[in-house]
């Protein structure tokens, strides 16, 4: 039976309509069996309490983890996405590449998390399950669970998530607002000409 194992080799920034990071992983196979197909899924963790944190960075993590003294407590892992990906066939070893989509919206805790930053990186954990269908012996087609402590590490570098952000928000938030509040403002914004290529 295959036996599998994950890391992650990089993380570039994929240009398309919507923020997106592609992790791309190698995966090895331990047996000789040819593999046809794995469907993966992974839930990528963010590592939070294995980072040191500058004091105006602790200042911006409050809303989420509290007062520092508290961290001990209320600092833990978070979770960052699920995603998943299709491996095509291979034999020894192969590279997938795992979208993990981006927002700005800061009712994320993710988004929030990494927006109060300046530098560094974070320690990813990905937790990788999923199905492999594999050849047999006798040639026949075979299916086995790809077990639970496959995992791999990684060093995030958070300027990739900055440049990211500037590249599709630059020099913008997000703001939220109640719904009543934003009709108003998109009202204004119509009657007098704010369109998005009429500005001030």
């Not at 703001?175 to 509040?181: D, K, N, T």
Request: with cysteine; aromatic share 10%; proline share 6%.
């Amino acid at each position: 039976m295959p036996a599998l194992s994950f890391e992650v080799i990089d993380a570039p920034r994929h240009l398309c309509a919507a923020p997106l990071l592609e992790l791309q992983v190698r995966v090895v196979n331990a047996t000789p069996e040819p593999i046809h197909s794995v469907t993966l899924r992974c839930q990528v963790k963010l590592e939070t309490r294995r980072r040191r944190y500058e004091v105006a960075e602790q200042e911006r993590m409050r809303d989420l983890f509290g007062e520092p003294e508290r961290w001990s407590k209320t600092l833990h892992s978070m979770l960052w996405t699920l995603t998943s990906a299709v491996v095509g066939p291979f034999v020894d070893c192969t590279t997938v590449k795992i979208p993990v989509a981006c927002t700005f919206d800061f009712n994320a805790a993710a988004a929030k998390y990494f927006h109060g930053l300046e530098g560094g990186e974070v320690p990813l954990t990905l937790l990788f399950s999923g199905t492999i269908f594999y050849e047999g012996a006798d040639g026949a087609l075979q299916v086995a669970q790809i077990p639970w402590e496959c995992e791999a590490g990684w060093q995030f570098p958070v300027r990739v998530w900055h440049e990211m952000m500037d590249h599709y928000y630059p020099n913008t938030a997000w703001l939220c607002l109640q719904r009543e509040v934003a009709d108003r403002l998109h009202l204004y914004r119509i009657q007098h000409g704010l369109t998005a290529g009429n500005r001030p």
